[in-house]
């Protein structure tokens, strides 16, 4: 093999692995496609009845307190609400590559009610 047929060799390789990364980014990233699929959900949904407890259970240890990690408290309504509203709670929870919680993407069924109640205007009761 010539040295020119190597260059391209690399040249290949190197747009191929760019194209894998580029697609990678688009399918691992905010993601709600699997909500899509999901039944409508029909009942109300508020925030003291449906969200709080996800947060609780999922997200308070980590963000609370004086030491919440990045700055970030969802102890409450008005700060769950404000990190929906400014987008990034929703961005973090639908990022298959750097979800929120870290240790893993919760179930669409779940993403699904905090999508809806962001839809429904964050009802608080
Ligand atoms: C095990 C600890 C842990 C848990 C549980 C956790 N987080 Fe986080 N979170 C972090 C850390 C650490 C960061 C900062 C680093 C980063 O952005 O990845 C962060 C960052 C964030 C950010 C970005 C804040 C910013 O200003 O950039 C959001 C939004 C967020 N978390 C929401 C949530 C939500 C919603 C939940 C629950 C569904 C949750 N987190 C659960 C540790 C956690």
Redesign the pocket.
């Known amino acids: 093999m010539t040295q020119h047929h190597t260059y391209q060799k690399f040249i290949f390789l190197f747009l191929a692995g760019t194209v894998l990364f580029l697609y990678n980014c688009t399918t691992n990233t905010i993601d709600e496609g699997d909500i899509q699929d999901l039944p409508p959900i029909e009942e109300t949904v508020t925030y003291d009845d449906d969200v709080a407890p996800?947060?609780a259970s999922?997200?308070i240890?980590?963000?609370s307190g004086p030491n919440a990690?990045?700055?970030?408290d969802?102890s409450n309504y008005a700060n769950?609400r404000g990190?929906a509203e400014q987008g990034?709670?929703v961005?973090?929870?639908n990022n298959g590559s750097?979800p929120?919680?870290?240790?893993g993407i919760?179930p669409p069924e779940t993403r699904q009610i905090i999508d809806q109640w962001i839809a429904d205007g964050y009802l608080e009761n």
């Not at 990690?69 to 970030?72: D, F, I, M």
């Not at 929120?100 to 240790?103: G, K, R, T």
């Open positions: 996800i947060i999922n997200c240890g980590c963000h990690n990045a700055g970030l969802l769950v990190a990034n709670l961005n973090r929870i750097n929120m919680p870290p240790s919760l």
